[in-house]
């Protein structure tokens, strides 16, 4: 246990871990005041340097946060603050840090989440379809709400701003429509929602204010949801789940088989990724020889070779960023989704890179637009585009790089709603 160098840059420095034991955690410890969502940013960008303890661990002089980095596992964070640690109980929790870190696991799996969502948002489709609601608008609506209970767990929206909406009027369903209505149009160009200042979404999924009417068994079982923790949501079955569950043809499958994120990688791994891992092993290669000459020399020729390195990696990353990826029958996008990630993890694996042999870190450049999806059904098309951007977002938020810049959806214009071969 000690100090570590990380194999990750910030801002085109190497990043250092303060303290690090094997197997248990990871801790940056900042001054008084600190912003700790910035310090735990930067421990979950090299993470993966210090072989992925499952506990991730920031501090200043009054405050500790504990959060959790186990695989299978709904995130947790833990808070101790320096009175607490008078008391016995809660000093002996914080030893388990560097004693028995597993004690910190939560038991539930995203996929449980994911299945209990999908079966309550079954039953909200099931009670607008009683109502005669059109079933496209009623997929679209609620997979509008399914993004609002994302967007609040990911602190897009201000924090337990839509749980609070929720409470509120949960017995006056006339209230919630008004509420929510507006909280779209905020959502559609940015503004204010309340004293609340909404980012701007759009993206197509909030282009229009539309609210569907729920009476007051909907908005208790939209209450119930709020407590479910969206943010540890598995989008690899995320749009298979919501896809029957909105789908009155295939309201059977709930529980059924779903094609596993295991599954998927038995086909996205050898066709889309072997290829780019072994391009990749070459580039490292060829990169820790360049380093290593341009470390030996001086002056001119260390800056050209200096450069030389930093045009290899952006060479790699922009072939990287070009790769595209087409289903052409891509349903829910768990598919789309899940090639996506893959994608993104080895960027970051070249982002770390990057920072050993010297160079400046960057923002991933690898996004949604380069995933291509054909879907004839409507409400699935706009499952599939959601699902990715889930996916992306959580990505970005779970490995250490912020949000994407306004409008926070983007068209994407990639996922296509068509017949894939009569079109």
């Given amino acids: 246990m000690g100090a570590s160098k990380a194999a990750g840059p910030t801002k085109g420095k190497r990043g250092w871990a303060d303290v690090w034991k094997k197997g248990c955690f990871a801790w940056e410890y900042k001054g008084p005041h600190a912003n700790l969502d910035k310090a735990y940013q930067q421990l979950q960008q090299y993470r993966e340097s210090l072989e992925n303890p499952p506990l991730l661990v920031v501090s200043d002089i009054q405050t500790i946060q504990v959060h959790t980095n186990f695989t299978n596992s709904v995130k947790q964070v833990t808070t101790f603050t ?32 994911t299945e209990r969502a999908a079966q309550d948002f079954a039953r909200l489709a099931e009670l607008l379809r009683h109502k005669g609601e059109d079933p496209d608008k009623a997929a679209h609506f ?17 924090e337990k701003l839509f749980s609070k909406l929720v409470a509120a009027t949960r017995t006056k369903p006339e209230a919630f ?7 779209f149009g905020a959502m559609r160009t940015g503004g204010f929602f309340g004293v609340d200042q909404i980012l701007h979404f759009n993206g197509g999924l909030f282009d229009d204010e539309e609210v569907l009417a729920l009476d007051a068994d909907g908005l208790r079982i939209l209450n119930r949801l709020t407590v479910l923790d969206w943010g540890s949501i598995e989008p690899a079955i995320l749009g298979t789940l919501f896809e029957r569950s909105l789908d009155p043809n295939k309201r059977a499958q709930l529980g059924a088989h779903y094609t596993s994120r295991e599954d998927i990688l038995t086909i996205v791994e050898p066709v889309l990724m072997a290829p780019l891992r072994r391009r990749w092993a070459e580039v490292q290669e060829q990169a820790r020889t360049l380093a290593e000459r341009r470390d030996a020399a001086a002056g001119r020729q260390r800056t050209n070779r200096h450069n030389d390195l930093s045009r290899l990696i952006e060479s790699f990353v922009e072939e990287i960023a070009a790769t595209r990826v087409l ?25 770390a890179f990057a920072g050993e042999v010297g ?15 054909i879907e004839i059904n409507e409400y699935a098309h706009d499952l599939a585009a959601t699902t990715v951007w889930i996916g992306y977002i ?5 490995n250490g790089f912020g949000r994407p810049a306004e409008p926070i959806l983007k068209p994407l214009e990639t996922v296509t709603q068509m017949d894939a071969i009569l079109a």
């Fill in 394 to 398: 959580q990505w970005l938020r779970d």
């Fill in 82 to 113: 320096l009175d607490e640690l008078l008391v016995t109980e809660r000093l002996d929790q914080l030893r388990r840090v560097w004693t028995d870190p597993s004690v910190f696991r939560v038991a539930e799996t995203p996929e449980q989440v």
């Fill in 327 to 351: 289903d052409p029958a891509c349903g829910s996008g768990n598919f789309l989704y899940v090639s996506l990630k893959q994608l993104l993890d080895l960027e970051k694996e070249v982002i």
């Fill in 359 to 373: 160079l400046t870190g960057f923002f991933p450049k690898v996004g949604p637009e380069q995933v291509h999806g």
């Fill in 177 to 183: 429509t008004l509420q929510l209505r507006q909280l």
């Fill in 142 to 158: 609620l997979i509008r709400l399914l993004f609002c209970l994302f967007a609040e767990d990911v602190l897009l929206l201000p």
